[in-house]
C-alpha cells in the first residue's frame, strides 16, 4: 500500500497515538475515509463527465490512460510488437512458385 510496509505502518501508528492521544485516532481514523471517499467520488464523476463530453468512442477511458508514462509505455510496447511481428513474417519461409527451383546449399552435407 503506497509502497508503505508493515513496520512503516506500524511506526506511523505508534507516532500518531503519542501525538494525537488514543481518544482522537477513531474520529481521525473516519475523517481520513470520509476524505478519500468524497476524492474517489470526485475523480469517478471527472471521468464520467469526460466520458461523456467525448462521445461513445471513448467509453472505455480511464483516467490513468491518460498519464504520459502510460501513453509512452503503451507507444513503445505497441511498436516493439510490430517490429516483432514483422522480423517474424521476414523469417517465415516463403512457399516456391510453381516451377521455382529450390535453393541450392553447397555447404549442406
Known amino acids: 500500500m503506497f509502497g508503505i510496509g508493515f513496520a512503516e505502518l506500524a511506526v506511523i501508528v505508534v507516532i500518531a497515538i503519542l501525538v494525537f492521544g488514543p481518544d482522537k485516532i477513531p474520529e481521525m481514523a473516519r475523517q481520513i475515509a470520509r476524505l478519500l471517499h468524497q476524492v474517489r467520488n470526485l475523480a469517478n464523476n471527472a471521468r464520467d463527465d469526460l466520458r461523456g463530453e467525448l462521445g461513445p468512442a471513448y467509453q472505455d477511458l480511464e483516467l490513468r490512460d491518460l498519464d504520459p508514462r502510460?501513453?509512452?509505455?503503451k507507444q513503445i510496447q505497441?511498436?516493439?510488437?510490430?517490429?516483432?511481428?514483422?522480423?517474424?513474417?521476414?523469417?517465415?519461409?516463403?512457399?516456391?512458385?510453381?516451377?521455382?527451383?529450390?535453393?541450392?546449399?553447397?555447404?549442406?552435407?
Open 78 to 109: 505497441e511498436a516493439l510488437a510490430e517490429i516483432e511481428q514483422e522480423e517474424a513474417v521476414a523469417k517465415a519461409p516463403k512457399p516456391l512458385l510453381a516451377g521455382e527451383k529450390p535453393p541450392y546449399d553447397d555447404q549442406a552435407t
Open 70 to 73: 502510460r501513453i509512452v509505455s
